[in-house]
């Protein structure tokens, strides 16, 4: 194998001021960003966009090459939202053959320097942030995601996630010395032992991707376990395996011009029909596994697998209404987070509380019907323009979330039927408006479980405590990763950071300009707690990273 | 409740010096010791030896009353291998209770702040220092270990392993600000928000004590999850109840004089008839579990309970002899790790894989039989003395560990019997010396499993390579703690190191002086990698501790 490009600690070098900004990012959970977010030609280049473009549609209905172990070719499981074909077809997953290839090609990742491992991710995450335009598309066509959120989310946020992963590793990795001098004080005279630290990884780690935000949710767990010198094997979600293939062909490249086997990083694709999450997560090979899915799968890994299991499933996620001082900016700033990629983000709101009684919005009342209203008429407002509406929704994922629209739409209750729209770029991508229905506390079978997609509820309660009562108990037994709080009130503001604690969920406060609860900011904003059902991990602590090496201590003493 | 201690946040600033000091000694990994190992007047007081002997003797034949709610008086169930009476009383565990009170007292433990519950801490370490040599008297009379060591191990050692735990927590949550203002670049202006992140605990941790090293084991994990905001439940051993007893009725003490519910911090006795750790470790309220003890059992847990889980259990630890510059330096340090509390450490040696050719030993060469005869001589010399024999050797702790040295002495290859020997201080000591049996490479079965007691093996193998070979198969299959590598070969050196990575065990290298294996000191050595099947965890690194809590964020725009 010729090496072309520097080797890994060279790289290290010349990322190393990314990589400092970002650490010093974390430590004051100050506004970073290595990968910017906007995608105008001045920052990516004048072709990027439309090279960017021509290399997805490079990549429809042909064959996608990886260096690894294949059975053969799998057939294209891949369908566009946007009603386009993709065909892609993968690299047939041999689970026998790639556990023994990563095994193989992991040990001289494993044995290589932190700062060599940590170079070539860095190098592999500038060389993804090069090629954002092409993975936007990929996410696009996959996910369902408008392009620009398509191109931002599954481009350069994914890409700071993953650097924030990786300053979080090094960060661990780089506080054990690598060698000492210990001195013990005795008599005549002092014990002096020389100690060195070896950092060792924990073995291959499996990052199960999900079928809306494929890169984004498996970076922070691919990249971690690579620099703390785990391999790798990527297995997406049948819907969602474009954005990943070209992940692991970028990392490949990198990991083979320092002198790596490519095959530290592999791809395991399977169908729906097929699956192989459930074989590969009960192979004892796999040290670390990485999940991103539902509850009921993602219980059921916890439950099963032997390996160190980090996961983020859904949950159910409330806003609680008490009370606002803008109620313009309330309503559009919730018919923007609830219309945002129709729903099917794991940060959307799901239930929205409301007393009885109506609220207060600023020197008047609004009753709970009036709240309604204007929660429809927000959502009504922003998505009148079909372009902008195409922009918002994005297209629908998965044919689940078709039927469940389907469902809740003959039901009871529905004071805002999702609708299908045209998006005038693709006559044939299911788009749908979201469905706001209204329900009494008691009807909780109706609200009281995750409806994913552009579904929410207007749940009217006695009062705001009761609000309270229910928004903390669904995080505590269905788990939730965002919540919102309206309140003019310190007492109410008081109770509702109780919810926050109790229910160990994330709240926001009064959001009514541009700030949305669906968005989470590398480097400041935890995503996901960790401390109720919706996830057992958190985007990104120390706890996310530090437990996927060891230390192997060697002691001699000095004569 | 009358509150009569400084507050928590100014029991913290009290011991400050302290922390500081150690979390600086954990980043240098140089040596530190908070808590003087010597049990000398000139440092604990002229009386101090004198009042914690009585205050142990007080004890006996006692009910022990502690601040939690009970079903009423266990049973007597702790032995001391020396033959005296202990006859303690403790209540009985009222799961139910224990659990619901944990609960509650927890609430307010976990809202106070990093700094209070760190202070709390920190003044129980130092009020547990104070009483080392109660302390002492009840692990020695508990485990069967020399006054000295209990003293040392069981005291200032385990004083200074807590330390540690809380210095490494203290770390980890001192790293997350409580708040800052995040702002974002935007136009017309930058996008400004409020975030505070609060530190949550887990829940509660149940602490399940081993009957060997009751406090030095514990400890780590009792205050680990007590800094990081968690109730904690400790379930003793049935034979080693009583360091632990004296030290949750500290750790309540404190609690109780800052203002706290004292049962944050509670006793689960339990019988070896009707045992409780089964059924602690399957409650939905158990967050945490530490645990030290059998592989077996750890298994069980680890596949079992739905907490966060973190092992110490056996393995088989190995000494590979190739060669040696100073044979009498080795065989001398051998003969002490293999006798020093007669075997019972979990870092004792079991395996010496030695080959058949013998050993180059300066300019001479040794023959096999040679290495083994110089063994055994060495422990006859190192035991020859009755009293200092008493003092290395301590005394058996279990009927089961005095089953096994029986059927062992029985069996093919034994060049060294273990023997009873007389204690001159307690004649109905069950004391008895190190058994050393030669056998063969091949002999599997015999030498390739956990023996644990004063059982050691020489394994007779056909070269230095081979003994590596084994030595690192049975690190991966049974799991190993220690390792011990004689060589003056830079080549068998670097195989060992080798050895250390792939059986992810802590390697020890031409040990002749003083420093034994068995040995770790708090803030230089990690004990246990949590890489192999001895335990999933490490004494102490960053990921024993950032699990423990989780963070809490609120997010508030800010005009």
New interface residues.
Partial sequence: MTTTLAAGADLFERHREKLDKAREAI?????YSAFPESPSGRIYGETAAADGKAAFDARLAKPFALEQPSSGEAAASERSPYGIALGVRYPAADVDALLAAARTAGEAWG?ASVETRTGVALEALARLNARSFEIGHAVMHTTGQAFVMAFQAGGPHAQDRALEAVAYAYD?MS?V?AS?V?????KPEP?R?K?T??I?P?GIDLTIGCSTFPTWNAYPGIFASLVTGNAVIVKPHPQAVLPLAITVEILQGVLRESGFDPKIVQLAVDTAEKPLAKVLAQRPEIALIDYTGSTEFGDWI??NS?ALVYTEKAGVNSVVIDSTGDVKGMIRNLAMSLSLYSGQMCTTPQNLFVPQDGITAGDERLTFDEVVAALVKGIDGLLGDPERAAGVLGAIATDGTLRRIDEENAKPGVVRASAPLTNPEFPDARVRSPLVAVVDAADRERYDREAFGPIAFVVRTADTDESLRLATSEAQRRGAITAIVYSTSEDVLAKA?RW??DG????????????LVNQS?AF???HV???NPAGNA?LT???FV??RF????????VA
């Fill in positions: 430590r004051t959970r100050a506004y044995a661990e506080r010395p000492v210990w001195e013990k004080p005795a014990l032992v100690k630290y070896a060792v924990r916890e439950q032997r950071e926050a604690r160990k969920v994330n709240l926001a406060v009064n959001l009514t300009g541009s700030l900011a400041s904003d935890y707690t960790g401390g958190s602590d120390a706890a530090a437990n060891r230390i192997v201590e060697t002691r001699t003493p």
